[in-house]
């Protein structure tokens, strides 16, 4: 069954990637009425629930930012796995960079320490936005370079940054926030986070 919820959400995120690539070519009027209707089922939503999961692009078209942003924020804490993985990437897509924040947790190593100290933030700049592949490229601005790529996976963010052996792992935890881990050829294991808001 798990098996079956998993391909079932991948298959729709692509459905929902592809709608909403199409649909926000151009921004659309949504009155307030019919986006609060809309808005109150996706926060209801469960994780396969297939019409509020194709709901949810024309919220991400509103032609108003900030209904956008709240559209981007329910979503970021929907239980619909699809839902939030459109809106992690609707949201870094939106950032002109993205700005990894190292942050200091128990059980560090000198080593570690120091190196938060000297990089409060690691900044990378976007290049290019590719929706269908959910990907956001750090380097070169006519695709996603695989060698410098931020991608989208479910509730997952993966950077690869090839100069300096750059590799994290963030994950979307349930209040809307996003952390991780990064290594590099200088230090592993560094606590990371992503502001989304």
Known sequence: MTKHRILLSVLLLGALTSQSTMACDSLVDIPKSQFKEIANQIKNADELDLDAIFQYSKLLCADNPMLRDYARRIGLKSKNLPIR????????????????KTYKTRGLSAEQLKYIDQHPTIVYSIRYRDAKHACLSLYGSEKCNPDYVAKVQGSK?????AS????????????????GELNNNKVKRIPVTIDLQ
Do not use: R
């Open 164 to 179: 300096g052996s750059v590799n994290a792992a963030l994950e979307l935890g349930d209040d809307g926030t996003l952390t």
């Open 157 to 161: 963010v993966l950077i690869k940054y």
């Open 85 to 100: 993985s459109h809106a992690l990437y609707a949201s870094l897509a939106e950032m002109e960079n993205i700005v990894l």
